[in-house]
């Protein structure tokens, strides 16, 4: 089970050589086996069983969709009703939502069979999933390693093969990262595409519910399942879907794929670099035209980001206050003593350093000369990315400038962490789409070859595009297809 | 002793107006008033986490009526922003309202003062943003409670400039706003319920400066008497001071209305930074040109305009014109009795204003409830007009319509209250007193005019008052003057 | 750059954030460290728009319509301390 696509087990499930109660049981025996990854936070195996029969019965009757039976992760982000949802902290340790995300709905009405709520950066807040409450999580190919964050649970669960697919969300890279460091596809969509109704805030102009996945083509169909117009969200944007899955066999022929010289600079490793080249290579000989574009004010994306996501973020965080739901603190004195000490108490130090940064930009005499500052260097950025796109239809280059880094390597230095965002930032801030895709290994001095990832952008809603590419690079090679441990 | 035609006072105030809609500014929880506490708060009122703000349409639209009828500017483009800071009747954390782009500015008011002087009143701004919830302070011994109903009730707030000078101009602007958010329909103006509340900010300068003083601010009065009364103690207050060589501190106060003062607030001692910023989960709000075309058409006759119409169209006295269009319902009621009625605008105004009036107050009722119609008044006036009835008669009979007696023409019967106004009734009536006075009609034939009333009264009392007074008065006259 | 102590304490203040006297200094440094980060943005200039929404975006309304039913028990029985259908938090003085 641990190789097959989502579109190869909804083949199975159809022609009955397993059973959604079948790969369930797989899954589970796989999530005990490699608890020592620590992906996951909660594992629902009586929700996950009833969910199984409901989609084994939906197959019998021939009323199913492609994700129907198909077992899956919700980042813990992402409220699911009965089942808590941690973000990843002692905030939030035994918060049961009364409600389900528009991506749970979703995907519940898809028939997917939910196995439990993935390990994440506290928040979202973190490049590595050491920032979280519950312990880090280790990278599956190497586990002295992070796996990335702040999807770091999703990602290890998938590339592990315990589940087939997982929910992710991108503030500045926490899909893409994680799914580069460990191999796996990881795709943001547009701004807006997914609804966040129910997705946990950290910076709302930059959040994006999201997937990882095996393949392209499974993150596909997941999209198909996620993505659309939502009520409840004002920010979800009215655009009819394309048929993401249709558009896959779109050749790559004519495509004017993008090299900005700025994601390819001096802080890209030697073998990061080298697996790059030979996929943009790959792309050239699948009929794409390689264009050399420039980015100019690339270098304001990490101070714009570290500026905007915090003051973003110390509004939204504002809500924990051990009044309503969340952590309290035992016999407050007063008004005040509830409110720091709850808050203390609940929040972990990198979620109360961005707190106070935030805070600090957006305060008297402070606001224009960082927040205001941020957000024109953000329309910059933007205007950066719309001109790129009147010349080429994609851009190209590494997702991280890395291979994954060694568990507290960084957490002694947040800037030092900071920079493994250097080449996603941009795209949140533009509110693009882009996929990490599996584009070569690194070998390390024990022999171990980490994954690289080679990232794809489009404009915006132009998800259709970024698929099909990333889906006719993977029919012309197996990086996707290899396995931690193999 | 102060001397306080040595400084000027100047106030502004900053109104909130709870919108009347149905539901909340960014949930769909009810906002009606009274509910138990907490069932009419949402998961997104109560800021659960992954919730988020989906803006009513009725409320824009109800800023925007109340822009048009204040001659404001109407912003096409205009944000909702954060405003960050920490109390338990916040549930986020933050209150989203308007800061750098508001949905009005720029408008202005034409006040009407009690001595019938008119002053505008700049509005700078009016903006939307939502309610708090409630703190109940005296709930439990050592605990405050909190019920999030009013967590996300939309508010209209409406910022004056500082160009008030008197308590008196102040409630007068108060009372103007009142009558046009009530005039309007997108307020209903309760003030005990919360539905109307008025923050005052008040210094003083010696006369004839233009730079501002320090101000306070004077919190949450919610009546027009406490709010006249505080700003007169908090002028006084400030004169003192001032005089007394001291200094205003600038600070939030709350009136008293048992000590008749005003106290400062405690914990309000360092000044908020709110940290402002547009509020990432809401997309710039476009009103478009026909928005506003369509709101303005959709606006009714503002009540300056009908009170300038009343003055010179009907030839209404400017008291009466300001009375009649001081609340819509009265206005209403008024132009109903006009509807059926027309040319008769003093007549109407008259009742509406004297006779109405009184049975109103008397029975403490409103003239929504009240017990005669505007049409079944207008049909007793009608009556008066005929000559059916006198003006005199006419009050026993509105007092037999107001105790539910029936309409004007079946009371009139049953009483056998038609005026009379047959010629040779009123001579034998006449006749008679004449007859049975004669001493007095000799004074009066001598030169005492004045004794005209006692034979009017004599004779109206034969007739049972029931005699048409303008024959009556000639007819006397006549026959006074024969010997 | 470097933030003083005094600075930590008042933005620790107003994000209600208990910060204890011994983690000021490491936290000042941190603080000043991220901030410096910021001060790339100096070269952006005044006459660029700023951009809250990454796309072109006029906000959607909703209907004015009751859509919320009585959720008090789900959403209060979340909460660590309540009495009689309130939520609770120690006696606030105004």
């Known amino acids: 089970m641990a190789s097959r696509t989502v579109a190869q087990l909804a083949q199975d499930l159809r022609a009955q050589r397993t059973s959604a109660a079948a790969l369930l049981d797989a899954s589970l025996a796989r999530a005990d086996a490699l608890a020592a990854l620590n992906a996951f936070i909660t594992v629902d195996a009586t929700g996950a069983r009833a969910a199984a029969a409901r989609a084994d019965a939906s197959l019998q009757q021939g009323r199913a969709s492609a994700l129907c039976g198909i077992p899956f992760a919700h980042k813990d982000i992402f409220c699911t009703s009965g089942i808590r949802t941690t973000c990843a902290s002692r905030m939030l340790g035994n918060f049961v939502a009364p409600y389900d995300a528009a991506a749970v709905e979703r995907l519940r009405d898809n028939g997917a069979v939910m196995l439990g709520k993935t390990n994440m950066d506290e928040f979202a807040m973190g490049s590595s999933n050491e920032n979280s409450a519950f312990g880090p999580v280790r990278n599956p190919w190497d586990a002295a390693r992070v796996p990335g964050g702040s999807s770091g649970g999703s990602a290890a669960a998938v590339a592990a093969g315990i589940v087939s697919f997982a929910t992710g969300t991108d503030t500045g890279g926490s899909i893409r990262q994680p799914a580069a460091f460990c191999g796996i596809t990881g795709l943001k969509p547009t701004y807006g595409r997914v609804s966040r109704w129910g997705m946990i805030a950290f910076a709302s102009s930059l959040d994006c519910g999201g997937v990882l996945a095996r393949s392209a083509e499974d993150c596909a169909h997941v999209l198909a399942a996620m993505a659309g117009h939502d009520a409840r969200d004002a920010t979800s944007v009215e655009r009819p879907c394309d048929d993401y899955v249709a558009a896959l066999s779109t050749t790559l022929k004519g495509i004017r794929v993008g090299i900005a010289r700025e994601y390819l600079g001096a802080g890209v490793e030697a073998g990061v670099a080298a697996a790059v080249q030979a996929a943009l290579a790959q792309l050239e000989k699948l009929g794409a035209r390689l264009v050399d574009i420039t980015l100019p004010n690339a270098a304001l994306a990490i101070p714009a980001y570290y500026v905007i996501a915090p003051a973003e973020a110390s509004s939204n965080l504002a809500r924990y206050d051990g009044v309503r739901y969340g952590q309290r603190c035992a016999e407050p004195k007063s008004l005040e003593d509830l409110y720091t000490r709850s808050r203390a108490e609940g929040f972990g130090a990198e979620v109360q350093r961005r707190i106070l940064v935030g805070t600090y930009a957006l305060s008297a005499g402070y606001y224009d000369a960082y927040y205001l500052r941020a957000q024109r260097a953000r329309r910059l950025i933007a205007n950066d990315f719309v001109e790129a796109f009147t010349q080429v239809d994609l851009i190209a280059g590494p997702t991280t400038p890395t291979t994954a880094f060694r568990l507290g390597e960084k957490t002694g230095d947040p800037l030092a962490m900071y920079a493994a965002d250097v080449n996603t930032v941009a795209v949140n801030l533009a509110g693009l789409p882009a996929i990490s895709l599996p584009a070569g290994f690194v070998p390390t001095e024990s022999g171990v070859g980490l994954p690289v990832g080679l990232q794809l952008i489009a404009p915006a809603f132009a998800e259709a595009r970024l698929l099909a590419a990333a889906h006719q690079f993977q029919q012309a090679t197996d990086f996707h297809l290899r396995e931690p441990g193999s | ?483 | 750059m470097s933030i003083d102590h005094a600075t930590v304490r008042h933005i620790a203040r107003l994000a209600r954030l208990a910060v204890a006297e011994e983690e000021l200094p490491r936290l000042a440094g941190e603080l000043g460290r991220v901030l410096e980060l910021a001060d790339q943005l100096a070269v952006t200039g005044a006459d660029v728009e700023p951009m809250a929404h990454p796309h072109e975006q006029t906000l959607a309304w909703r209907p004015d319509l009751v859509t919320e039913t009585d959720r008090a028990d789900a959403l209060l029985a979340l909460a660590p301390e309540t009495r009689g259908g309130l939520y609770l938090v120690p006696k606030v003085i105004e």
Request: glycine share 8%.
């Open chain 2, 1 to 483: 002793m102060s001397d306080a035609r040595r400084w000027q006072a100047v106030i502004g105030l900053e109104i909130h107006a709870q919108l009347n809609t149905r539901s909340k500014l960014f949930s769909g929880a009810s906002t009606a008033h009274g509910a138990e506490a907490n069932t009419q708060a949402s998961a997104v009122d109560a800021a659960l986490p992954g919730t988020l703000p989906v803006p009513n349409r009725a409320a824009l639209d109800k800023a925007i009526a109340f822009g048009l009828a204040v001659d404001a500017r109407i912003a096409r483009h205009s944000v909702f922003a954060r405003k960050n800071y920490f109390y338990p009747d916040l549930p986020k954390g933050y209150q989203i309202s308007q800061y750098e782009r508001p949905i009005v500015s720029a408008g202005r008011m034409p006040v009407r003062l009690d001595d019938g002087s008119m002053i505008e009143v700049a509005i700078q701004r009016a903006h939307l943003e939502e309610d708090a919830g409630k703190s109940l302070h005296d709930a439990f011994h050592a605990a405050t409670g909190i019920d999030l109903n009013r967590a996300g009730v939309p508010l209209l707030e409406i910022v004056s400039a500082p160009v008030l000078h008197s308590a008196h101009e102040a409630v007068a602007y108060m009372r103007a706003v009142h009558t046009l958010v009530r005039w309007l329909g997108i307020c209903d103006g309760n003030m005990q319920e919360g539905s109307f509340r008025c923050d005052a900010n008040v210094s003083v300068r010696p006369v004839g400066s233009d730079k501002l003083g320090t101000r306070t601010e004077i919190k949450n009065v919610n009546s027009f008497r406490f709010v006249e009364k505080a700003i007169e103690y908090e002028i006084e207050r400030q004169v003192r001071a001032l005089e007394g060589g001291g200094s205003i501190v600038q600070e939030t106060r709350l009136y008293d209305a048992a000590h008749h003062h005003t106290r400062p607030m405690r914990g309000k001692e360092t000044a908020d930074d709110y940290r402002y910023f547009p509020d990432p989960d809401l997309p710039p709000l476009a009103v478009s040109a026909g928005d506003i075309e369509r709101a303005r058409a959709a606006l009714p006759e503002l009540p300056w305009a009908r009170r300038a119409r009343y003055e010179d169209t009907l030839g209404l006295p400017a008291a009466d014109a300001a009375q009649l269009c001081a609340d819509k319902a009265t206005t209403d009621y008024f132009e109903a009795m006009l509807a059926t009625l027309p040319g008769e605008a003093k007549l109407c105004a008259n009742w509406v204003l004297g006779e109405l009036a009184a049975a109103l107050n008397d029975a403490l009722l409103t003239i929504e409830q009240s017990r005669v119609s505007a049409t079944a008044l207008s049909a007793l006036l009608a009556r008066v007009r005929a000559g059916t009835i006198s003006g005199k008669i006419a009050k026993e009979v509105f007092a037999a319509m107001w105790a539910g007696e029936g309409d004007a023409d079946t009371i009139i019967a049953q009483r056998g209250l038609r005026q009379i106004s047959d010629g040779a009734a009123l001579a034998a009536a006449i006749d008679a007193v004449l007859a049975e006075c004669p001493a007095q009609a000799a004074e009066y034939r001598g030169g005492n005019e004045k004794l005209l009333q006692f034979f009017i009264g004599q004779t109206m009392k034969r007739l049972r008052g029931q005699g048409n007074p303008q024959q009556l008065n000639a007819l006397l006259r006549e026959k006074l003057r024969q010997p």
